[in-house]
Every structure is written in structure tokens, then in C-alpha cells.
């Protein structure tokens, strides 16, 4: 069975960057769309940016803001997700997901995950 795993997270100070990857186990999974998510505590799961297959073209939510760029290397068969001038605001788990969803930032559409990575922002 096909798991996606993201990496990457950690404690990050107001201002700093990460670079979460999110990678299937498993047998080549690269022919799907794929998008980031994330979930603080007591929050509902949250849509940040999907990117299409095959032409890696990409759609931001709100969450993204302008400062999360998402990317995909088809050869590598992963996912990235760039993260500049984090806020403690943007302190959840950070989930990784493949599909083929009708609704592209819709949590229900997508059939894999995989289990967060949690990033942490001190002031």
C-alpha cells in the first residue's frame, strides 16, 4: 500500500523558513495531483496548495498567503512545500495528500495521506 511521508518540520523562530518534502513508500506514486494541508489544535484541517499533474502547475489557498510555494520534481517522484517569513500563527501539523479530487481543496477528495509533520513557530 502507497503512504505519502512529509519532512521537514520542526521549531522555527517568527521570520524563519522551512522546506517540508512529502514522499511516497511504496511503489512509485508520481500520476496524481497532489496538496499541503494543515491542522492546528482545535482547528479544522486546512487547505494550502495543491499542484497539478502532469505540468506542475499550482493553486494557493488563502493559507498560503504569497509566501508558500509549492513545487514537485516528477523525477523524484516529491513534493515541497517552501515556507518563508513563518508566524507563530502557522504553527500545526503539516499534512501531505495525492489524488485525483474534483475540488482541489477539499480534505474529502483526497484517498492518501500521510501523518504530519508538526511545524512549530516561537516568537
Known amino acids: 500500500q502507497v503512504q505519502l511521508v512529509e519532512s521537514g518540520g520542526g521549531l522555527v523562530q517568527a521570520g524563519g523558513s522551512l522546506r517540508l518534502s512529502c514522499a511516497p513508500s511504496g511503489r512509485t506514486f508520481s500520476r496524481s495531483h497532489m496538496a499541503w494541508f494543515r491542522q492546528a489544535p482545535g482547528k479544522e484541517r486546512e487547505f494550502i496548495a495543491a499542484?497539478?499533474?502532469?505540468?506542475?502547475?499550482?493553486y494557493y489557498g488563502d493559507a498560503a498567503e504569497g509566501r508558500f510555494p509549492i513545487s514537485r520534481d516528477n523525477a523524484k517522484n516529491t513534493m515541497y512545500l517552501q515556507m518563508n517569513s513563518l508566524q507563530p500563527e502557522d504553527t500545526a501539523v503539516y499534512y501531505c495528500?495525492?489524488?485525483?479530487?474534483?475540488?482541489?481543496?477539499?480534505?474529502?477528495?483526497?484517498?492518501?495521506w500521510g501523518q504530519g509533520t508538526q511545524v512549530t513557530v516561537s516568537s
Open positions: 495528500a495525492a489524488g485525483w479530487p474534483s475540488r482541489i481543496t477539499s480534505t474529502l477528495e483526497y484517498d492518501t
Open positions: 499542484v497539478y499533474w502532469p505540468d506542475g502547475s499550482a
